[in-house]
């Protein structure tokens, strides 16, 4: 299946600090990504969803000047936690899709630990 | 009605036997539909996807379709320890761009 790469795996952030994942598909092009969030032992909550070169469409609930999100490429999709809070700890996972129908790729995930 | 339906589990078999895993789903518009294996701790894995009634076989997993009755099913045969995990099933409608539609996720436990 196709590789989609997502960085870092793990991060520790103090409360109030900014905090960057990337996602990337590394052999195809991704029109459309997808940004989740997981918490432990629920089932994946989707956050928003992403378009290469216009503004990511957020589920309800979901602060969009607390995650932003930029999809400024076919290959390169980034979610920024703004002023991270506990609360805000998590295991955040992107995926990816090629094109309309087709299955979607998930990156590694990244966990996230607010202190 | 959840627009995705897995029974959560969890489900336990012995090694050797067969897994069943369900999923309903309540849009009749659906297109594709998938199966994702998901370990603890990690991100959800593809491993089957199915597109027309029937049934669609890779190795030891066989994805069946019956969209008549708007239901997937996921079979397991020779069940592994390995095979421990929860399986997500995720439906597509009408084969658009938007987001996969995922269940809530079974929990299979493949007992030694």
């Known amino acids: 299946g196709a590789v989609v790469s997502q960085h870092p795996s793990r991060v520790i952030c103090k409360s109030g600090t900014s905090v960057k994942i990337e996602c990337r598909s590394l052999?195809?092009?991704?029109?459309?990504m997808f940004w989740y969030r997981q918490f432990p032992k629920q089932s994946l909550m989707l956050m928003a969803t992403s378009n290469e070169g216009s503004k990511a469409t957020y589920e309800q609930g979901v602060e969009k000047d607390k995650f932003l999100i930029n999809h400024a490429s076919l290959t390169l999709s980034t979610l920024t936690v703004t002023s991270a809070h506990p609360e805000d700890s998590s295991f955040y996972i992107c995926s990816a899709r090629q094109g309309q129908g087709t299955e979607a790729f998930f990156g590694q995930g990244t966990r996230l630990t607010v202190v | 009605q959840k627009e995705v339906e897995q029974n959560s589990g969890p489900l336990s078999v012995p090694e050797g036997a067969i897994a069943s895993l369900n999923c309903t789903y309540s849009?009749?518009?659906?297109?594709?539909f998938f199966w994702y294996r998901q370990y603890s701790g990690k991100s959800p894995e593809l491993i089957m996807s199915?597109?027309?009634?029937g049934d669609k076989e890779d190795g030891r997993f066989t994805a069946q379709l019956n969209k008549a009755s708007q239901y997937v099913s996921l079979l397991i045969r020779d069940s592994q320890p390995s095979d421990s995990a929860t399986y997500l099933c995720?439906?597509?409608?009408?084969?658009?761009?938007?987001?996969?539609?995922f269940g809530s996720g079974t929990q299979l436990t493949v007992l030694p």
């Open positions: 052999d195809f092009q991704a029109t459309t």
């Open positions: 199915i597109y027309s009634n």
């Open positions: 849009d009749r518009g659906s297109q594709s």
């Open positions: 995720a439906v597509n409608v009408d084969g658009s761009a938007r987001q996969l539609t």
